[in-house]
């Protein structure tokens, strides 16, 4: 079946610095990738929509520079946090439906863990 | 407003049956997803109903009426395994995904 990679699984970094976060989808193109956030014991909380060659959308109250978001490909999206600091740290997930789908399913990647010290 | 609600949390017992519900109210109706998410992991894939009616998958089955903007999600044959949060998910009239917050299993031996 479909597959989504997410890396890195786990990353710590120091507060001030820039954290990349890479989602491929290795078995289908992926028109529309999202990207989410999730709190202990929170449920997901959608962070930003990106359509491959297109800015991504972002839900209102997140920071569209801080939070940067690129799809150049139709298996690659990637997230950055720049400027980390530790009220970022939570788990991040990233989700892709693809064109064969006929997007009635949607595969999540593994989650990135950030810790921010 | 939309909106997703399930239980919190329930409990069962190793080999039983339960049954976890999801109620919505949104714009526009363009299925209903269930995934299974353990502590720490991302969420996986269960089941998919965007007509009325029963889907059975192995021990899973999901059911779906779309006049009531109801959904049950129901698991049998209980296993330790299946203690995980479950959580319910409605694609929207603009293909949004609204998330429940999702219920947590807990199974006792």
């Known amino acids: 079946g479909a597959v989504v990679s997410q890396h890195p699984s786990r990353v710590i970094c120091k507060s001030g610095t820039s954290v990349k976060i890479e989602c491929r989808s290795l078995?289908?193109?992926?028109?529309?990738m999202f990207w989410y956030r999730q709190f202990p014991k929170k449920s997901l909380m959608l962070m930003a929509t990106s359509n491959e060659g297109s800015k991504a959308t972002y839900e209102q109250g997140v920071e569209k520079d801080k939070f940067l978001i690129n799809h150049a490909s139709l298996t690659l999206s990637t997230l950055t946090v720049t400027s980390a600091h530790p009220e970022d740290s939570s788990f991040y997930i990233c989700s892709a439906s693809g064109d064969g789908d006929s997007g009635n399913t949607i595969y999540f990647g593994e989650g990135s863990w950030l810790t921010v010290v | 407003g939309q909106n997703i609600d399930q239980p919190t949390e329930m409990t069962a017992t190793e080999g039983a049956i339960v049954q976890i519900n999801c109620t919505y109210q949104?714009?526009?109706?363009?299925?209903l997803f269930w995934y299974q998410q353990h502590a720490g992991e991302a969420p996986t894939f269960l089941s998919y109903n965007v007509l009325d009616g029963l889907e059975e998958k192995g021990r899973f089955s999901s059911f779906l009426s779309r006049s009531k903007g109801y959904s049950y999600l129901l698991l049998k044959e209980l296993q330790m395994k299946d203690s995980a949060s479950y959580l319910c998910a409605v694609k929207d009239s603009n293909y949004q995904l609204i998330w429940g917050a999702g219920t947590k299993l807990i199974i006792k031996p």
């Open positions: 078995d289908f193109q992926a028109t529309t």
């Open positions: 949104t714009s526009g109706f363009n299925g």
